[in-house]
């Protein structure tokens, strides 16, 4: 890999060549040299708790030092072009993370950069997170080739992260939400072009019947405030409850990409119940993401 924007963007032997490698970063946690002598520049136009930590405490950890840019000195597009900061940028360090809005921000900042670019989130996509999942899946005893994942909620960057693994591994994906808040129409044509079996429903229920994992994430993201009350109203039916999660498999298992509105999307029942494997999925986070800094930047 050169860069790491997309799911899309990797085949199977390497999906399965990094969730290899993060699982075994896991089981062998201790300081390495893999990216000694190298800086990561962290590049940041929204705040973060799992993005920020999970990559400085991973650059760390593989020896690097990790450098926490905000768009406050950058700019990017307003002061200084794309193009340049990437070509900037790549003059003094040995690979970025940007977390952005616009994906544009991302594509076009790798496509300057002479070093690796890792999205660490963009309005389109969050790819580092659904590895982080697809690990946890694993972990939990799930066969990520022939799980049934149910996504209930918003078709946001998480779900069409999904819609993308699904793409890649060749499980069944179901996305239940209302009428125009449906994954990217893009990113479901391509996917589907790859074989992707991915189904678009608006009933929960009928998403969660038989499922292996169900997965859910806030109803109003960074950005979308204005539309809260609207969205409340909305997603309301969609939310994650011990009802719901009672028409998945007896083993099932509850996710969400944090941070979560509890009551709203998922209730404390869920979240905090035996079936829940959302702070596994927090944490492997650094995993997944130390398996990809070094696959692009180690020695």
Avoid at 156 to 167: D, K, L, R
Avoid at 185 to 204: I, S, Y
Avoid at 262 to 284: C, H, K, L
Wanted: one cysteine or more.
């Amino acid at each position: 890999m050169k860069d790491f924007i997309a799911i899309a963007d990797i085949d199977l032997a390497k999906m399965e060549e990094l969730l290899d490698s993060a699982a075994r970063l896991k089981r062998e946690r201790k300081p390495r040299s893999d990216l000694a002598g190298k800086t990561v520049a962290l590049v940041f136009h929204k705040p973060s708790l799992r993005t920020r930590v999970s990559f400085e405490a991973g650059v760390y950890e593989l020896g690097g030092h990790p450098m926490y840019v905000t768009d406050a000195e950058i700019k990017m597009g307003q002061r200084e072009s794309v193009y340049d900061i990437g070509k900037v940028m790549s003059r003094y360090v040995h690979g970025i993370m940007i977390r952005t809005f616009a994906h544009r921000n991302c594509t076009e900042l790798a496509l300057a950069s002479d070093v690796p670019v890792i999205n660490g989130l963009t309005d389109l996509l969050h790819p580092c997170q659904v590895m982080g999942d697809i690990l946890t899946c694993r972990e939990r005893g799930k066969d990520v080739r022939s799980m049934v994942v149910a996504f209930i909620g918003d078709g946001n960057n998480v779900a069409n992260s999904w819609v993308e693994a699904a793409g890649v591994l060749p499980f069944e994906l179901r996305i239940a939400g209302p009428s125009g808040y449906d994954p990217d129409a893009g990113v479901l044509a391509t996917a589907r072009g790859r074989g992707a079996k991915v189904k678009v429903l608006r009933d929960p229920a009928e998403a969660v019947s038989g499922a292996d994992v169900v997965y859910t994430d806030v109803w109003t993201s960074m950005g979308q405030e204005t539309e809260k009350e609207e969205r409340e109203r909305r997603f309301r039916p969609y939310q994650l409850n011990a009802a719901l999660l009672a028409r998945a498999k007896r083993d099932a298992i509850a996710l969400h990409c944090l941070p979560a509105h509890r009551g709203e999307e998922i209730t404390d029942e869920v979240m905090d119940g035996p079936q829940s494997a959302v702070f596994d999925e927090a944490e492997n986070r650094l995993h997944a993401q130390k398996a990809i800094m070094i696959d692009l930047m180690g020695r």
